[in-house]
Antibody, heavy 119, light 106 residues
């Protein structure tokens, strides 16, 4: 059974940093591209970032480019999101997802971790 | 970026009803369209991919159609467990974008 478990969320002040983790199990992590997607309170879903299976490709939403960094450790079956220069508008539940084809399908999701940016 | 416009934003329905949700892309995306179900506090769940392909394990009362710019999700006979929010997502290109969501409620 595919499992994705996010962790690392919490309360942080504007301008602060946070590192999210996603522990994957139940599938061959090293062969899957992965994404981070977020949902702000009362809002819809927003894609944040993608990383290819071998980390050779990384894409970011304009809203986080230059502030967030996606990475992965295939030996540890883990995905990460380093978030710097956090803003109030980054407050959201952050989900990690697998990526499958055709196209960019988000076929499995974790239950999310809440990030709150507030003074 | 490809904008996804989803309607309605909410729908009131009863068990057994047929429910239809539409999604329109700002430019053609062929059949690169997915639908997800999201319940509060739970992980979103993939229902339909490639516009009309049912994800494994998803009940056959869910169906999708469309190509190009106009897409539809249909629930043929609403069940109690189907009350949730539904999102479309264009899977054609980055940045991936979602519709605003449709809340199906009693």
């Amino acid at each position: 059974e595919v499992q994705l478990v996010e962790s690392g969320g919490g309360l942080v002040k504007p301008g602060g940093s946070l590192r999210l983790s996603c522990a994957a199990s139940g599938f061959t992590f090293s062969t899957y591209g992965m994404n981070w997607v977020r949902q702000a309170p009362g809002k819809g879903l927003e894609w944040v970032s993608f990383i290819s299976s071998d980390s050779s490709y990384k894409y970011y939403a304009d809203s986080v480019k230059g502030r967030f960094t996606i990475s992965r450790d295939n030996a540890k079956n883990s995905l990460y999101l380093q978030m710097n220069s956090l803003r109030a508008e980054d407050t959201a539940v952050y989900y990690c997802t697998t990526r499958s084809g055709p196209g960019e399908i988000l076929d499995y999701w974790g239950q999310g971790t809440l990030v709150t940016v507030s003074s | 970026d490809i904008q996804m416009t989803q309607s309605p934003s909410s729908v009131s329905a009863s068990v057994g009803d047929r429910v239809t949700v539409t999604c329109r892309a700002s430019q053609g995306i062929s059949s690169y369209l997915a639908w997800y179900q999201h319940k509060p506090g739970k992980a979103p769940k993939l229902l339909i991919y490639a516009a009309s392909s049912l994800q494994s394990g998803v009940p056959s009362r869910f169906s999708g159609s469309g190509s190009g710019t106009d897409f539809t999700l249909t629930i043929s006979s609403l069940q109690p467990e189907d009350f949730a929010t539904y999102f479309c997502q264009q899977a054609n290109s980055f940045p991936l974008t979602f519709g605003g969501g449709t809340k199906v409620e009693i």
